[in-house]
């Protein structure tokens, strides 16, 4: 197969891309991890079941190596995730946006096959041959079918090499194109019926599918694929304990990737950002004593982080080099008022209920009240 | 001689199959059992094959049985694994805790001296403040006596109900049942959890000991913390960490571990002296892990002596306790009483898994084939795979009981699941917490809410126990369960519809059953529907649930009695004492006749009702308790069995209203008027349904005199000119010449809206096309001033709050087309004045009137 996609080529690591592929971001844990690895491996897997939850949950390995955690939350999840590619069910992860679905797949399959790129970015445009193969029609018309001609999906790589193929956003995807699924999970073959051959899924071959709580019923799963499917759903963090330990390490680490010029943000920061998310989110104060209106917005842990990756922006292009209320203002508001009018009435009412209340909290109620007026 | 001491943890199926092979190791030839001595007797029926678990040995005070203590015993309960296996082997067994007759003795000697105490404190206040507020201070002050001491009390209860729990959590398992099945699956064998507990549970207990002596000694504790060498107990527990743990707790609750404590570990030792002395060679004891270091009479562990006080010592604290008499019998009981959840502290958190994985288990089939004289079965349905499947299984029925689904090909997908989650957890096969994961991920799209859903039917289960017919019970138990078995009740708790028809006779004994058993404070039967309309039809439809409680119930009922009727009917009088009005004697009555109690108890509550009439003078009262009367009246008509003494209060209530209806009808503000106006209406409907003409003619006459009167509340008139209209003793047209007349005298508006709101009391479609009424109505509003208008709005807009939107939009078309039919026969000249811009001006107002938007709203359009 001389054809080469994008994926392919992103197998030799440049450290300057913006983002890079879990993969390759953590190639030091996975291979410390591989090396003492010396659990049982169902086949084709490179790290073991084991390995993989000390992977994505952190810890120390047995020599003593640091592993960072992924996922912060119940372990029980991801013991739950990872068993389930372990047998020949399909893995769903389903829950409200920003619950670290994708991001937990990703680290799955980079732990897994050693591969997160085997992906489809599920949309209402997803058709059927990106989930099974489509052809090269200068060279159909030239040679007519000929396997030189084939443009492989994602899903068919996935099953030739024994890997984790992952679906994002599934309940995107039309409802026709999800049958398409039904029997690559069942027949575990993928027909070629213009060349009379098959692909022949190799065991370790297996779906990771994400799936958004807010997209309920727009494609719902027809009960003959969820069938194929354990669930595990996400929940947003239980405690603002943990939510802030998830900002901070993503912040620190896109920190690192893209260098910009300011100190590390102080932890009472990003608590009053956390704090601010999770009041809104919940409609009741942190201490439940005060009811609170909330706005439209998911308000979801993946926004906060990005509400303090700009603020750091902020204020290392056009501050002191030392992140500040003003400088997280702006992306807060941005944040939580999505809809000019019910958001506007939710979030004045919070910030001159609440916010203006809290002692430590002048600046950041001062530095929102100047940008709303 | 030696004696060996089980400590095991209450209702653990684990320590349960441990259990069996110590004692088949063992091979005891005596056995105490931590239990009241007063159940030693009954211990012979669990032989029964009639007795199946789960059951209670309730003990209780014969003059107070309502006290009742109770003992629950699963199938998985260690001391009734203890009690089959001694029966099975024919060795002596005995119950040996501190007799429950001493318990119950102490705590009415501490009561007395308590209420002494009071009176005594009582008589030393000034009189005023005892008369004021004597109780109040007395509340307040335990209170605040009580939530000083509680947070420790809270730990040590805790710690002392489920010590075993204790160990789980310090050896970082949240779950006591989850590590219970661990520690057995690792140890060696299991009965070398015993003597594992037995150390662990002595450290634990020596250092709330020490804890307790020296509180001062802070300093020396953490000298022995920095020292304390990290031992590991036989149970992968560290010690120190439990010492510590101990010690925190003694802190807080400064070593008190309840006044009972002592005196029950006392009577236990003095029941294993005793049993020594019988001359029997291998006596085991088994009880709750707390207490195991503390009989452990012949230890050897210096540590474990010190908390053994000397023979002489436990003599003296047991010596003259009071008592009271009391008598023990076995009551079914059930899996959903055994839950932690319901507050029974040494509850469990999963009964029915814990039953399946103790059915499934070798030693059980051991325990079996001992009690049933045959060689243990090798059978592949009863192993531990079998069982996580069937839970698994149970789990789709259950979903699909609710409609979800839940395919039986997952079942397979969800155990092959839960066997991997397993093992990535390091578990060799997979225990509830895999199977519960496996459940919500394969079968409930990951939902734990749905598996909640259909948790205790899952975990806990309806199992109901069985208790052999030929245990003690009383003589009125006896009879209720024989009409139980011949009306074919079945006692289940799941609550489910019993339809009866009471044409049939074992229909009638039904329900006459059922009422008789809610007299007796048992209801097992609950009405479905509104009783009131279902008395004197001949379907009667009822919701049944037991509840295991009731045999309790029936226990302290049998005072009352040795059958369910007499107990019923004695109750009925008891309670009859009790009531005040004649209207709560009246609700009385319309228990007590369909119950048919017997003679005696119907004649006291008739002779009641007789002489409440009879002495109330008051309209009120016979309004109100008349209604129910006519329901009694033709519940009997019905049956063939009119009560004459009945009839007789009947009249003579009715003839009151009658005669004096004009006194509950003046000066009444709109609420009281809407009581009265209900009462009234309920009357009307009994009447009607006693189908009896004369009456209802008498009730008319006096309503037309009081709807004529003057003084007569407004919105009263409104009513019952309504109800005369209703029941066709006035036309139409006679309704609208007296809302002619009544509005035609410069009635203030006010009164006008009360009599409109009296009027559509109740709705009724009828009146919505009355087409005169509506235009004599139409008329005044036009008319009135605008100011009033405005002013008497709310009150107009109330009455026509009961209406629905759709009667609201047909009242409006009607209004519409009084004036369509004006257009029509009139021509063009009301036509046009029909276009008159202040016709048009009260348009929105009539809207705003019948719609209910509000009026800026109304006015802007
Ligand atoms: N419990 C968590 N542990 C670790 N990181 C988390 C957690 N929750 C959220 N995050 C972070 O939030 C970010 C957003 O996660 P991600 O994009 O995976 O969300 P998602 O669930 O896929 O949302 P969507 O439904 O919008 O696709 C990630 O950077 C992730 O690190
Ligand atoms: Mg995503």
Redesign the pocket.
Known sequence: MTKTTASQSKTDVSTSVIRQHAEQEYAEELAAIREEDVYPKPENWLTSPKMTLLYLLGGKTPKGKEISP????DPKLMEMAIATLATDRALLLY??????????SEHLAAAVSGDSTLLIQGTAGTDESALRYSWNYAQLIANGPTPEALVESPTMRGMRDGKVVRV??LTRVGSDVQDALITILSEKTLPIPELSSEVQAQKGFNIIA?A?NRDRGVNELSSALARRFNTVV?PP?ATLE?EVT?VQR?VEQLGRALQYPVEKPAVEELRRVVTIFRELRNGVTLDGKTKIKQPSGTL???EA?SVVNNGLACAGYFGSGKLTATDLATSLVGAIVKDPGADVVAWREYRQTIMKNREDWKDLFKACKEIDE | MTVSIFGIRHHGSGCSRALVSALEDYNPDLLLVEGPPEGTDAIKYAASPEMRPPVALIVYPEADPKRAAIYPFAAFSPEWVALRYAIAREIPVEFMDLPVANRYGLEDAVEAQRAADELKSAGQESEQEELQDGELVGDSVDASYESEDDEGDDLITSIREDPLGTLARVAGETDPERWEERVIEQASTPGAIFPAFLDAMTELRCALLDAAKNEAKEEEETNDESSAKTEESALGIDLAALTRLARSVARASGGNVGDLEPLREAAMRRAIRAAMKTGAQRIAVVCGAWHAPALDLEADNPKRSALIPKKSRDDALLAKLPKVKTAATWIPWTHSRLDRRTGYGAGVESPAWLAEIWRVSEEAERLDALCNNRAPKQDCARSYAAATTTFLARAARFLRDDKMQAAAANVVDAARFSETLAALRMRSTPNLDDLRDAAVAVLCGGERLLYGSIRERLEIGTELGAIPSDAPATPLAKNIEAERKRLRLKREELPKNLDIDLRQETGREKSRFLRRMAFIDAPWATPRQDERRALGAFRETWTIAWKPEFDVVIVDASKYGATLLEAASNMAVAELDKKQTLADVMELVERALPAELNDDALERVFRRLRNDAAVSSDVNDALEALPALARALRYGSTRGRADSRLAAIFDALFERVILRLKEVCVNLTDDVAETVVAQLAQLVDAIMTLEDSERLDLLLDAFEKVALDDETSKYVVGALTRSLYDRKRWSEQTLADKLAFFIGRATPPNEVASWLQGFLYGQGQTILWLDELWRVFDGWLANLDQDVFIEELPLLRRAFDSFSDAERRSLGQTVASLYAQKSESQGDVVASSWDDPNARALIPILDFILSGKPLDAAHKE
Do not use: F
Not at chain 1, 95 to 104: D, Q, R
């Open positions: 992924k996922y912060v939350g829950g409200l946006p920003g619950t670290a679905k994708s991001w937990v994002e956003e994400t958004n996400l963090p943990d998830i993503r979801s842990t993946a982080i």
